[in-house]
């Protein structure tokens, strides 16, 4: 690079590598990269519960900007939780110490139908808010990532009622009931469709979809039912031109019924070998992960050796490097740190690229 050439942005890189064409080094976030393991977060969590951070685009803005000035991320994603539209769609929310509690779950047509259509600037033009205000602090160099739930995912909560290893009451419904949950996840792509999009308008550069409980399903029985709603909802996104992420968890056995979703990055838990699933996507679908969030917990040496061997195993093209499930509240900051500056510090061959053709 010549002396007097400007350093690439934080967002070209972001967005050049979501499309799998030539980066420098690779972009760097982590998931849950506003949680427990910032003392700075926990200052702001003694004086606020978790739902009134979220509501409150000034606190919300406060915890996003946390990661960004203290690890120096490649992208902010916005403080929110992805049971946000779940509430707005009607049903009662609370976000205990224990977990998530949605009050009157859905266990049938009716309760399908009961639930709303919801203007997301209306009804949670909070997040929308924070992501405008986080735009305008961040200048136009650095991406703000917007997210929800997939549809699987939101719908295992919306009926289970509260997180549960296993989700048995959707997949009961599933086999108890068919069209009841293919209802329900229609349900919710058309309303998180809207809210996705209102945030992509407030200013987000990409979206990401949590999928995190796609791998309860078998292969048939994810094509049968969550694999149509995550296609439907993410092609109502493509008119938007913003980049959009799939993560899910524990989906190995997935992996070519996720590339057919539509989705321009899959996020991979660790479970999934980076070089074998570039191996079976191919070019055109770029990869984000996949470190194993526990290997944050060991001497800082394994950790940067943890980043640059994922790195390796693409090539570092069409690559966002970042953890395979959410940073753990117990990682030291200087290991957060030392895994964000060591994957920013690998330099790549200039002009490799796979090629993208959006």
């Not at 915890?63 to 960004?68: D, E």
Request: include cysteine.
């Amino acid at each position: 690079m010549p002396a007097s050439s400007q350093p690439p942005s934080r967002k070209s890189l972001f967005l050049r590598a979501c499309r799998s064409e030539a980066v420098e080094r690779v972009p760097v976030w982590i998931m849950r990269q506003a949680g427990r393991y910032l003392p700075e977060y926990r200052a702001v969590r003694s004086k606020h519960s978790f739902l009134e951070m979220c509501k409150t685009p000034e606190l919300a803005v406060e915890v996003s900007l946390q990661p960004f000035r203290i690890l120096g991320v490649d992208a902010v994603i916005v403080f929110s939780d992805i049971l946000i539209p779940a509430e707005a769609m009607g049903l009662g929310l609370q976000l205990a110490e224990s977990g998530p509690i949605l009050f009157n779950p859905i266990r049938d047509v009716a309760g399908v139908a009961a639930l709303r259509n919801f203007d997301p600037e209306e009804e949670t033009g909070f997040l929308m808010e924070a992501i405008r205000h986080l735009c305008r602090e961040l200048g136009p160099d650095v991406p703000v990532l917007g997210f929800c739930g997939a549809p699987w995912t939101l719908a295992c909560y919306m009926v289970e009622g509260r997180s549960n290893q296993g989700f048995h009451a959707p997949k009961e419904l599933m086999y108890r009931d068919p069209a009841a949950l293919r209802a329900l996840l229609e349900k919710i792509a058309e309303c998180t469709a809207p809210y996705l999009r209102a945030q992509i308008a407030a200013g987000a550069t990409a979206v990401q979809l949590f999928d995190t409980w796609a791998g309860e399903l078998c292969r048939k029985d994810y094509e049968a039912f969550a694999l149509p709603a995550t296609q439907f909802l993410i092609d109502q996104l493509q008119d938007d031109s913003a980049p959009v992420i799939l993560y899910s968890k524990g989906t190995s056995h997935l992996l070519s019924s996720l590339a057919r979703s539509g989705a321009d990055v899959l996020s991979l838990d660790w479970r999934v070998d980076l070089a074998e699933a570039r191996r079976q996507l191919g070019p055109r679908i770029a990869l984000q992960g996949n470190v194993d969030p526990c290997q944050l917990l060991g001497p800082e040496h394994r950790v940067r050796a943890a980043a640059r061997e994922a790195i390796a195993k693409t090539g570092g093209v069409g690559h966002i490097l970042n953890l395979g499930h959410g940073i753990l509240p117990n990682v030291p900051v200087e290991n957060a740190r030392a895994f964000v500056q060591e994957g920013q510090s690998v330099a790549l061959t200039a002009g490799a690229s796979i090629g993208k053709a959006r």
